[in-house]
């Protein structure tokens, strides 16, 4: 195939001149700067002592070590695990069956051969502009499907995120159209043009919309809050988290009983961030992780493309 | 690009104008209210609400233990609990209700599940046969106008729980050692429950305080972050709000008798407060940097809660909103009312019952005290179960146990200052707010929009920023919500022949 | 049709089914409850019990004396953000695309995202460790150069910006790196021409990539301009602190309804707002999507 061919030189492609070079490794280094101050002092803060933060402002350097936001992020091991589990669970099945979903639609919705392309297109992107509201999806989800406190609420209960149909569909849509026909003179069903020729090749696609799939589903407390009793993911649990700040306050200004409340200084001001960090945490580790398979999805993208 | 917005704005108001109906909203449906008891088995379902910031661990233990109890109290009769902390009950409740999910009972009050709301939509069954009939005691135990106050339309539609009923300013000094040193050098002879017989205006005490911590180098108790003015104006300056919360304009002051309803923020009163605020900020009592969302000070003195840093500033006096600040609530879904409205009246009669679903197991969550069989001595940390910041919205708070810290003649001290309080005779008056629905809700957003800024300093122009938050709120209707509660006011002080001084 | 052409249609319609029921189930049949905007709605009645009141739950919005600052806001601040987001994300991922060094590409992507993990009541702690009167960093250093405190949180006329900049930082890394993802997979013939042609890196931008995301563009204004009247409330809640000195630029629906019925929780009234932002929404999507079709042939539908 045409495309596969390489050309020799491949300095000639790739060489920036120097006034380029500066300008493009320049901008990025700035917006690179950028990002990392702030997140420098959101990590620095969290391990930082709550009154100097309050007294001088959040920096992005540690102002004396202090692990006591952690202490309260921490209280119950078992709970804040058990917290993680469901977070974990519920956002691989969810993401998966989204994006297996995503993509199929995505995919047909790409092909100029499907006639009900545009209807089907509209039928998800309107959608995004009518919601119900809270309260007919409350009746519908609890009286009709019987969702309530279940697992499935959480799971099912986004599935088929539109934006991410939108976002195959376009990379779909870049899918050289020689490899369809040679497809279809092989007599190849569409899932099988669908999942073995056309979805390999548009990886990058697929890791860019699993990545916005896992941190939806992660960073949701709503689902959880409003949909379930006994089922708390990590999103939830953590913003409950600021919540108990208030009754450490209140406990400790009126000595009520029952209540441990450890020192005289409340870590108001730097739980915030210690939550941050134990919320994505574990994101950030599976991203690391992750970010191989990422790369490698888009280099092989850059092959077979 | 305004003129587009107007003409928009023109058509959707014919349109308004040519399809709504005529009144704003409609009138309460009839609920059935005769309900008796048919003594089949029946099981309870009960929301009830957690304070706490996580829901307990431990419900089941609870749970198993109180139907225990129920066995010999309340026969044929099992409880479903249903545990939502404070911050997601309205939430939570607002979804079971929308979707008519079928329970038997829950908490309410003007704020939390808020009572008004939900008797407009139906989701509370009218309680004046059951009451009477299936809690006699409740129904005794609470007074008459207070009973009144709980009318809407002329019917009851929840259980008040009886607690401390009337208001006290108050001032948290954050630091008991430190105010104990100030009133010993400055007010010899004055605790923090007596500072009020001083005869001190409120904010010249705490200003003496918090100059007296400056002058002696001790900055850091004293200071605030804002001062609560929608409080200062309630319990301070005995504005009687007339049950619309202090964000919507139109008051009345409980001790000059004439009746007058006023609009608060354009009163004398608040422009001191701001001027106090302001005042402070400038000399530093008020701490810098902090925003809206800091906790206000502690905005009411109750006896014996405190560790000595709650400063009681004003006398107790009776408020229309806050004698029905608890409530239980009997759910329109409810298939067995009558056996509901009995289990409330145990949580008043039954000590047992009452502080299971406040303190949890005995041994399990809490130890109790040898010496003392209504005192506990230590609550199990981790145990799972603690609902001791609840014993106000289980019926009747006075059979709650006490805690380590409080003292021993705790209720009856509560119960003292609800009798000997003179009750204000506003109390009783239900604000219908149906004229002026929407001219509430737009008084409350600029409301929210402007005090809370003002309470805590935050605009820089102070007097400018004032007359536009007036003026803002006479555009949103404010006078039109002022003369209908004149107008609701006058009409019930005559039908009460209660003459103006 | 012949044939192998419905056969493949037929396998087309298969492949979109599961997610048709899904969102036919999910989100369209509670679609029905949309009828709640024109009644008052009481929950035991059910949707067909309830009285019928017209129009009258939608005077929340539009008689509120700021409707109109209300709505400029929204558009505005959508308008902002949806500009910026794009412009940046798509420089930034037409940037990375261009450099060779791919431990740099790759640090830079792994940095970029960082802040879509970020929550926006943190964004909001970190605007204000930056803006600040007393502590902020930025406030210090404007004040080394230029002698004065700007005490950002009492000037509206700087949230807009302030706002935009802060969508842009927490989510253009992320849109940055799909631009860069869609670029790899484009012919990479059209590459090979424009440098035989000796053209510039700037002119292959232009003229190779900007073309092969057109469509990326393209589809992404039109999904969220659906949305132009609706904010993401936590973002304009959190990181304006809320402050209402600053109401005059970032007052938007969602904040006056928090304020207005904060304890009431009107079922009707918060579901004729949402009519009103999706009939919005809906008109300037039909409106943008035929424009874009004549314009430059692309389209959602």
Known sequence: MSARTKIKDKSLINKLSPAEGILFYGLLCVLMIAVAVPFLTLVASSFSSSSLIRANGARPWIQAFSLDAYKIVFMYPGDMLYSYLV??????????????????????????????????????????????????????????????????????????????????????????????????????????????????????????????????????????????????????????????????????????????????????????????????????????????????????????? | MNGFFKKAFCIAFALAAALASAA?????????????????????????????????????????????????????????????????????????????????????????????????????????????????????????????????????????????????????????????????????????????????????????????????????????SSIDTESALQNWFGYDNLGTGMST???????????????QYASQDYRNLIDTVYRWKSVGYIEEGVSVFDLTPESNWKPGYRRGNILKLSDPHYFTSYVIGTMNAISSTSKNPARAMKFIELLRTDAEIHNILQFGVEDVHYIKDPENPVRIAEQITGSGYNNAQFGWGLGCEFVSYLTPSQPADLWEQVKKINADTPVSPLVGFNFNVAAVKQKIADCKAVVNEFAPAFASAQFKNKDDKLAEFLSRLNAAGANEVVAEKQKQLDAYLAARGIAKA | MTKGQRKENIEHWLLCLPALLKVLIFSYLPLIGLLMAFQFYIPRRGLFGSEWVGFQNFAYLFKSTIASRLIINAVVLNALGIVAGTVVSLIVGL?????????????????????????????????????????GMLTNILYSIGGTRIDFYSEPGYWRAILTVTLVWKNSGLSAVMYYAFLIGVDKQLYEAAAI????????????????????????????????LRIDFNQVYFVTNNDPSLYKTTDVIETYMFRALRTEGDYSISTAVGLVQAAVGFVLTIVINYVSKKLSAQSLF
Not at chain 1, 186 to 204: E, H, K, V
Not at chain 1, 232 to 250: D, G, M, N
Not at chain 2, 253 to 260: A, F, K, L, R
Request: charged share 15%.
């Open chain 3, 197 to 228: 042609d000796g053209a510039s890196k700037f002119r292959r931008m232009l003229h190779v990539s900007m073309p092969a995301l057109n469509l990326m563009v393209v589809l992404g204004i039109i999904v969220s301009s659906a949305n132009i």
């Open chain 2, 24 to 224: 704003c909203v409609p009138s309460l449906g009839e609920l059935e209210e005769r309900y008796d008891d048919d003594g089949k088995q029946y099981e309870l379902a009960y929301y009830l609400m957690y304070n706490d910031s996580n829901p307990p661990n431990d419900l089941k233990s609870v749970e198993a233990r109180l139907n225990a109890a129920l066995k010999a109290k309340l026969p044929d009769t099992t409880v479903k609990l249903t545990a939502y902390t404070i911050a997601e009950y309205t939430a939570k409740l607002s979804g079971a209700i929308a979707a008519n999910v079928k329970f038997d009972i829950c908490y309410t009050s003007p704020e939390v599940n808020p009572y008004l709301t939900n008797v407009q939509r139906e989701a509370f069954l009218p309680l004046d046969y059951l009451l009477p009939t299936y809690a006699p005691e409740t129904w005794a135990a609470i007074p008459e106008n207070i009973w009144t106050q709980a009318r809407v339309d002329g019917k009851i539609y929840a259980s008040v729980n009886e607690q401390i009923f009337p208001r006290t300013y108050c001032y948290d000094a954050r630091n008991a050692t430190l105010i104990t040193q100030f009133l010993n050098a400055a007010h010899p002879g004055t605790t923090t429950d007596t500072v009020n017989e001083l005869g001190m205006d409120a904010f010249a005490f705490m200003e003496e305080y918090m100059a007296w911590l400056k002058a002696n180098d001790r900055g850091a108790g004293g200071k605030i």
């Open chain 2, 249 to 263: 304009p139109g008051v009345v002051d409980i001790e000059d008798g004439s009746y007058t309803v006023v609009n």
């Open chain 1, 87 to 305: 977070s974990v669970v519920v956002t691989a099945a969810g993401s998966a069956l989204n994006i297996l979903l995503c993509a199929m639609v995505g995919y047909s919705t790409s092909r100029s051969t499907f006639r009900g392309r545009n209807i089907v297109t509209f039928f998800f992107a309107f959608t995004i502009m009518f919601q119900a509201g809270f309260v007919p999806q409350y009746i519908l989800y609890r009286n009709y499907l019987n969702l309530y406190n279940t697992w499935a609420v959480l799971i099912l209960g986004p599935v088929v995120i539109v934006p991410h149909i939108i976002i195959l569909r376009a990379f779909y849509a870049g899918v050289p159209g020689e490899l369809y026909d040679a497809a279809k003179v092989d007599g190849a069903s569409q899932y099988r043009t669908c999942f073995q020729i056309a979805t390999p090749l548009i990886a990058p696609g697929i890791a860019t919309v699993v990545f916005y799939s896992v941190l939806t589903y992660w960073n949701d407390p709503f689902t959880a809050m409003l949909y379930t009793d006994d089922l708390v993911p990590v999103a939830l649990y953590l913003s409950r988290i600021t919540q108990y700040i208030e009754f450490l306050k209140y406990a400790q200004q009126n000595g009520f009983a029952g209540l441990d409340v450890a020192g005289s200084e409340i870590p108001e001001d730097t739980l915030l961030y210690a939550i941050a960090i134990a919320t994505t945490a574990p994101m950030l580790f599976i991203f690391t992780l992750f970010q191989r398979f990422f790369v490698r999805g888009l280099a092989s993208g850059a092959v077979k493309g």
């Open chain 3, 95 to 135: 940037v990375m695309f261009e450099v060779v060094n791919k431990v740099f590409v790759r640090a830079s992507q792994t940095i970029l995202i960082f802040p879509y993990f970020v929550s926006w009541p943190l964004v909001g702690v970190l605007v204000g460790s930056f803006l600040s009167e007393r502590t």
